[in-house]
Every structure is written in C-alpha cells, then in structure tokens.
C-alpha cells in the first residue's frame, strides 16, 4: 500500500505528542503514590501505564490515515508494550527505561548486518528522502550504526547513574537534540555523495 501524505503537523503531532504527553504527565504525578488494588504504585509507573495505550492509539491513527509505519516505528510500540508493560506489571521502572537501549540496540545490529554484507539496509528505507550514491549510503550506514550503539551506552548510563527524572528529560529532550544534531553534522555527506538529478 502506497504512503499516503498528511498534514505534517498532525503527522508531528502523532509521533510527537505522546511522548510529550508523558512529559507532562510526570511533571505531574513523579511525586504521588497511587494505590491500586491494594498495591501502591509511583507517579513514574501510573504515567507509563497511561503511555501505552496511547501511544498505540496515536501509532494507529497514524498507520490509519497514512497507510504506513517504518519498522522503527512497529519494533517502538513493540517495545513500549513489552517493557512498559513490565514496568507496570512488576511494578519496576527500570524495564521501560531499558527500552530506547533495545531499540537502539536492535536496529544498530540490523544496520551492522547489512554492513557486513555490504549492503545498506539503511538505504531501503530512506533512499525517497535522500537520493545518495551507494559510497554515501555506506558511510552513513556506518555513522549512523555507530551512533545507534552510542545512544544505546548512554541511554544505560543516564539511567542506571542518575534519577528517573533526569532520565525523563534525557529521553525527551537529549535523545532528540542528540539525532537532531548527528543528521546537522551529515550536511558535508549530503552534499558530497547527492545524486545528480541531470544525471539519473
């Protein structure tokens, strides 16, 4: 089935939002107990346990209206409903602070697979936003494999070092600026490696 294109803002707001929604939900309740059938439970889990099905309504919507989710997007919500799921479950925080290292885990051996070999897997789902040459598309493969294990070490150093709410804002804020600035600091590749539109 062929992608079909919404409004960028809703798209934003669907990828986006529950993330923040957690955020803010935190900020709320990181202070309070809760206690549900006869078990107490800290903001952190209750928050998570709202997550979930959120985040799946919004990933379906999402599918619904575009007709598509990327494999990060599947193995994501995959993950949330594992390891949040554990997290409530057990009533431990700790599985769903170990899931951005899974994710970035997984798809950092993924990529390393094809690298060696010598394919880039990278290059199949991105090659209609980023018209490289095969050279380009193996350096970044290479970048952005090693960048995946980089976040998967320090996302286990945050969370395992410092309080669950320095993890929170690490994961809300730092994850993103740490992908907003490695693609900034791709431009050179970009440019060097661009395909010739005259050419193809």
């Given at each position: 089935?062929?992608?079909?294109?919404?409004?960028?803002?809703l798209?934003?707001?669907l990828?986006?939002?529950?993330?923040l929604?957690?955020?803010?939900?935190?900020?709320?309740?990181?202070?309070?107990?809760?206690?549900?059938?006869?078990?107490e439970?800290?903001?952190?889990?209750?928050?998570?346990?709202?997550?979930i099905?959120?985040?799946?309504?919004?990933?379906?919507?999402?599918?619904?209206?575009?007709?598509?989710?990327s494999?990060?997007?599947?193995?994501?919500?995959?993950?949330?409903?594992?390891?949040?799921?554990?997290?409530?479950?057990?009533?431990?925080?700790r599985?769903?602070?170990?899931?951005?290292?899974?994710?970035?885990?997984?798809?950092?051996?993924?990529?390393?697979a094809?690298?060696?070999?010598?394919?880039?897997?990278?290059r199949?789902v991105?090659?209609?936003?980023?018209?490289?040459?095969?050279?380009?598309?193996?350096?970044?493969?290479?970048?952005?494999?090693?960048?995946f294990?980089?976040?998967?070490?320090?996302?286990e150093?945050?969370?395992?070092?410092?309080?669950?709410?320095?993890?929170?804002?690490?994961?809300?804020?730092?994850?993103?600026?740490?992908?907003?600035?490695?693609?900034?600091t791709?431009?050179?590749?970009?440019k060097?490696?661009?395909?010739?539109?005259?050419?193809?």
């Open positions: 089935m062929a992608t079909k294109q919404i409004n960028p803002f798209k934003s707001a990828e986006f939002g529950p993330v929604a957690f955020f803010a939900a935190y900020l709320l309740l990181k202070d309070n107990t809760y206690v549900i059938g006869g078990r439970y800290q903001g952190f889990v209750v928050v998570t346990a709202g997550f099905p959120l985040m799946l309504l919004c990933t379906g919507i999402l599918w619904k209206l575009t007709g598509h989710l494999a990060m997007q599947v193995v994501t919500a995959v993950l949330i409903v594992v390891f949040g799921g554990l997290s409530v479950w057990l009533n431990d925080e599985f769903f602070k170990m899931k951005p290292t899974l994710i970035y885990l997984l798809f950092g051996f993924a990529l390393l094809g690298i060696l070999r010598g394919e880039s897997y990278l199949k991105m090659e209609g936003l980023m018209p490289l040459q095969e050279e380009g598309w193996m350096i970044l493969t290479k970048r952005i494999c090693a960048f294990f980089g976040l998967a070490v320090l996302n150093i945050v969370w395992r070092t410092m309080s669950t709410e320095s993890w929170v804002y690490f994961k809300t804020f730092g994850l993103t600026a740490a992908v907003f600035v490695f693609f900034m791709q431009s050179g590749l970009f060097r490696y661009a395909l010739d539109a005259d050419k193809e």
